[in-house]
């Protein structure tokens, strides 16, 4: 982080970081609104109790302050009834290839937790997002981009106390790195996150495969989950998924879509001790699959709307009583983004 900014005060002393872009004129300094809205409905199957959700209500703005620097601020107005404040920085790059980011936001580590909401293939995320490395954290990251831009380095030091307080000192950081490689049908990205949730330093490697071509999206990556202190034994998450994309002409919607995915963990925490200092295994090992349909009104890039029915087959251990929660269930969701 030190040899960084040395570089970046030599690049803004050299005057290269004004010239790069003094002759820009095209950026825009209007902010730009957005929102995702997700209504769902949810059968549990074994105990054939359901229940509806706002899952999401997130409103977010964007824009530039200058030419070289951005900003976003993002919140979510129902996260299944709760509010929350999730994004707020400011970034701002340096000679084209250096970038710097500072404020609250998501910790730069995995693939398939930083799709958005209006991006997720599936209803529910895979278990590698949603219950091994879920964090966003209030820091400061530093990126460098080569290869025309192609291969990205990123990292950054974070704590990650409550998101609704900032108040706590730490006496130890949380960090994350990640290398993406990009091309045009191609992203492979590789990473490494050491956090301190609650106490006990966890740290994690991540591999992620990805490849995009005309109707086709396949999507495959592995989390191993290390706790020091041998304070609970080690965590590994998969996922591998598949969608099938194809145009059609039925009353307003113009777009329909096929889902598969298999994913699984073995047990996990979430970092949380007990009364005796062991942490507490709070997800269990099991394996999923979940098919999927989506029918879509695409009416812009930005401005969409998507049905969406998913059946999720959960496996576990023999012997293994689910909750209703983790039950296998059926659901069907509504997603607008605008």
């Known amino acids: 982080m030190s040899r960084l900014l040395r ?61 070289w620097g951005k900003y976003f601020l993002q919140a979510d107005l129902s996260q299944s009834g709760s509010m929350r404040f999730l994004d707020a920085f400011a ?28 991006n997720y293939m599936f209803a529910n995320r895979a278990f590698i997002g949603k219950q091994m490395s879920n964090y966003r954290g209030v820091g400061a990251q530093a990126g460098y981009t080569l290869l025309g831009k192609n291969l990205t ?11 609704t307080s900032h108040v706590r000192w730490n006496s130890s950081l949380s960090y994350a790195a990640k290398v993406t490689y990009r091309s045009n049908e191609w992203l492979l990205s590789g ?17 992620a495969l990805r490849w995009h071509r005309n109707r086709w999206r396949l999507e495959s990556e592995y989390i191993y989950e290390h706790f020091t202190g041998k304070s609970h034994k080690p965590c590994h998450g998969y996922m591998v998924q598949a969608d099938y994309a194809m145009p059609v002409k039925w009353w307003y919607f113009n777009r329909l879509s096929f889902q598969g995915r298999f994913d699984g963990m073995t047990d996990g925490s979430s970092g949380k001790p007990d009364a005796s200092g062991k942490l507490i295994t709070d997800y269990p090992e099991r394996n999923r699959i979940t098919l999927g349909a989506t029918l879509g009104y695409h009416r812009t890039k930005s401005m969409y709307l998507l049905l969406m029915v998913n059946y999720e087959k959960n496996i576990y251990r023999k ?20």
């Open 153 to 163: 380095i990123e990292g950054g030091a974070f704590n990650l106390g409550s998101l």
């Open 91 to 118: 970034s701002a790059d340096f000679a084209r290839v250096w970038s710097v980011k500072a404020g609250q936001f998501r910790i730069p580590f995995g693939v398939e937790l930083f799709q958005a909401p209006h």
């Open 319 to 338: 012997g293994y009583i689910p909750t209703v929660d983790n039950a296998d269930c059926l659901l069907a969701e509504l997603v607008l983004r605008f």
């Open 191 to 207: 990473g490494f996150e050491s956090i301190i949730p609650y106490g006990v330093r966890i740290n994690m490697i991540d591999a």
């Open 7 to 67: 570089v970046v005060c030599l690049l803004l002393a050299a005057g290269g970081f004004v010239d790069t872009y003094a002759a820009n004129d095209s950026i825009r300094y209007v902010p730009e609104f957005h929102g995702t809205l997700r209504g769902r409905f949810e059968l549990s199957l074994p105990e054939a109790v359901h229940r509806f959700q706002v899952r999401n209500a997130r409103v977010s703005v964007n824009g530039n302050f200058a030419p």
